[in-house]
């Protein structure tokens, strides 16, 4: 990845907790335990999924750097979901759980030598990972979940008014 690109990415991934913070604002406390279709997650199992999501991440983090070659394992999150009682957790601790997390991610990556951005690990489910790819899919993992709630949203504003 060119140096502008990775820039732009990790200003995008240390942004991601004021973006979902302000993007939570749109939607009502009350309507976050809404199911819009059988199978899809509520906004209240989205928040707690990112906060699992990035436990996740913040160790493969660690694994990129400290063990370049090593394995990183993928997980069932709508297994999770259901097997961790994503309802019964609290989320406004997986918002402070994820915003330590993503700030002690941000920290350590935000000046590492090129030479360990070419560092590669491999992902039971993905295959053959760079460190460039990890920070892709965290950058984005949060403007994808704002713009999964906002659909939730959307649906249970037609329902109300229908």
């Known amino acids: 990845m ?13 942004n ?3 973006e979902l913070l302000e993007g939570l604002k749109q939607f009502p406390r009350e309507m ?14 989205i928040i707690v999924h990112i906060a699992d999501s990035e436990a ?12 370049p ?30 915003k ?16 360990d951005w070419g560092n590669t690990v491999t992902h039971s489910e993905a295959g053959l990972m760079t460190m460039d790819d990890w920070l892709d899919t965290y950058a984005r993992h949060i403007p994808e979940h ?5 659909a939730v949203y959307e649906t249970w504003l037609q329902q109300r008014l229908a």
């Not at 060119?2 to 240390?14: A, G, H, N, V």
């Not at 809404?34 to 199978?39: C, M």
């Not at 996740?56 to 694994?63: E, H, L």
Request: hydrophobic share 30%; net charge positive; glycine share 4%.
């Open 2 to 14: 060119i140096p502008e690109t990775r820039r732009r990415k990790l200003e995008s991934y240390s």
């Open 100 to 115: 330590g997390l993503r700030r002690s991610s941000y920290l350590l990556v935000k000046s590492l030598p090129e030479s």
């Open 69 to 98: 070659g090593s394995r990183i394992l993928g997980y069932d999150e709508n297994k999770w979901a259901r097997d961790l009682h994503y309802h019964e957790q609290n989320p406004d601790d997986a918002l402070e759980l994820f």
């Open 16 to 18: 991601a907790y004021s």
């Open 146 to 150: 704002l713009a999964q709630m906002r």
């Open 32 to 45: 976050w335990r809404f199911r819009s279709a059988p199978g899809e997650f509520t906004i209240h199992e």
């Open 56 to 67: 996740n991440s913040y160790v493969r983090c660690r694994r990129f750097i400290a063990e």
